[in-house]
């Protein structure tokens, strides 16, 4: 349950706080269903959602919740997110109108909220196979980077010129990709919650197929079905799908979420799950794996 308006959040001017958010030209919404703002498709309400449609609304956005102390949180595709229940009590930023993508010579520049596939479309349209390792993904750009996403043989880090994020104090800070501090479905900004406001792609790397990425992923990911993409995280030198699937744990059910048939990592809801339903699935498989293989499996998935 929401807190009632008014009662939360003590000794923050509420009208002032949603007067000055109105003036940066978004539309605030109240009591925001999350549940269509997922992947996944499940989570409570969110007491504030406002989606800034350039760079500069988003850093005043989020400079006024800093000013006010509000909470909030920024969402991407929300592609790897699940959202509680309860939904979240302060302001959720989302990135989705904030698109844009400026092709230049051998780089190109894009928005935080423009989702992968619609990149990949303009730059196929160009001619330019280097991103198609990306294809099949259906994160936000600011995602993508904040969680390194890609293939074993190459994530989104390997390709970055630079982002721009917004730092503590509400700065513009340009990065370069060897201060984002990159691995494994990690990086700086999302340990540190940076803001990501733009990045400049390089598209120099070699070109990947991206009918042949489409299909391998088509074939061994449930891709048509509401998840949140991989559960887990990848264990040093294992398949976290192959112990889940080893462990006989396809097909298990909690209310209206289930392990997948076709690969063990993944999570699916059904109309109607809840997330609390995928939390004890979560438990069930992480006990079931680490008394069969003596293997904790860390979350790739973020939990609000
Ligand atoms: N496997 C099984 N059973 C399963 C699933 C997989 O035996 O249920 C075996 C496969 O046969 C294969 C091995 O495990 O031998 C690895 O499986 P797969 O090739 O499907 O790759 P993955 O490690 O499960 C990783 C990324 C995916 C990415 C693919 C691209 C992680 C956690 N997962 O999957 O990323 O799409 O490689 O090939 O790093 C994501 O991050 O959300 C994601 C889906």
Request: some cysteine; proline content about 5%.
């Amino acid at each position: 349950m929401l807190p009632e308006k008014g009662t939360f959040l003590h000794g923050i001017d509420r009208s002032a706080f949603t007067k000055e958010l109105c003036a940066l030209r978004g539309e605030l919404r109240f009591e925001e269903p999350l549940a269509c703002h997922t992947t996944i498709g499940v989570g409570g309400k969110a007491a504030f959602f406002l989606s800034p449609e350039r760079p500069h609304a988003l850093a005043e956005t989020i400079r006024c919740c800093r000013r006010y102390g509000y909470p909030y949180l920024l969402l991407g595709a929300g592609s790897n997110l699940l959202f509680s229940d309860c939904g979240y009590p302060g302001l959720i930023i989302s990135t989705e109108q904030l698109r844009g993508i400026t092709l230049k010579e051998g780089s190109v520049q894009v928005f935080a909220g423009e989702p992968l596939p619609a990149l990949l479309n303009t730059v196929n349209r160009a001619g330019i196979r280097s991103l198609n390792f990306l294809a099949g993904i259906p994160g936000s750009l600011g995602g993508a980077i904040a969680m390194n996403t890609g293939i074993p043989q190459r994530t989104i880090g390997d390709i970055i010129e630079e982002v721009a994020v917004l730092n503590p104090h509400g700065e513009v800070m340009v990065l370069k990709a060897k201060d984002c501090g990159f691995s494994y479905r990690r990086s700086e900004i999302l340990e540190q919650r940076l803001p990501v406001l733009w990045a400049r792609l390089r598209l120099d790397g070699r070109p990947y197929d991206r009918g042949e990425i489409l299909t391998h992923r088509r074939a061994s990911q449930p891709l048509s079905a509401l998840s949140a993409g991989c559960v887990f995280k990848n264990p040093r030198g294992l398949s976290a799908g192959a112990l889940i699937d080893k462990a006989g744990l396809k097909g298990r059910r909690e209310g209206g979420a289930y392990v997948a048939e076709k690969h063990g990592n993944f999570i699916l809801a059904e109309t109607g799950a809840r997330a609390s339903d995928v939390l004890k699935l979560i438990n069930i498989i992480r006990e079931t794996v680490y008394k069969r293989f003596e293997v904790y499996l860390e979350l790739e998935l973020e939990v609000w």
